[in-house]
């Protein structure tokens, strides 16, 4: 059975910092493409960061604040967050995607507040 289980989400100041993980099982996703996205409350899912075996995508609001990474031999993936904004507030999902399978996490909820 596939999962993808985040963990490291919580409450933080402005300009704190936070590093989520991805733990996957059930299988290898070394050829897969992993990602993190992201819901905030009244809002659609937007892709935060994605990474596959040789290259990273960030999405602009994410450029030069999060960091991508991932540890094929722990099957783990991992966001880096820092200089963190009010509005990075949402729930952060942890995807697995190659070919016609597609996995999502049940989330963690990151939140930026003073």
């Known amino acids: 059975q596939v999962q993808l289980v985040e963990s490291g989400g919580g409450l933080v100041q402005p300009g704190g910092s936070l590093r989520l993980s991805c733990a996957a099982s059930g299988r290898s996703f070394t050829g897969y493409t992993m990602g993190w996205y992201r819901q905030a409350p009244g809002k659609q899912r937007e892709l935060v960061a994605t990474i596959t075996s040789g290259s990273t995508n960030y999405a602009d609001s994410a450029k030069g604040r999060f960091s991508i990474s991932r540890d094929n031999a722990k099957n783990t993936l991992y966001l880096q967050m820092n200089s963190l904004k009010p509005e990075d507030t949402a729930l952060y999902y942890c995807?697995?995607?190659?070919?016609?399978?597609?996995?999502w996490g049940q989330g963690t909820q990151v939140t930026v507040s003073s």
């Open positions: 995807n697995a995607r190659w070919s016609v399978y597609n996995y």
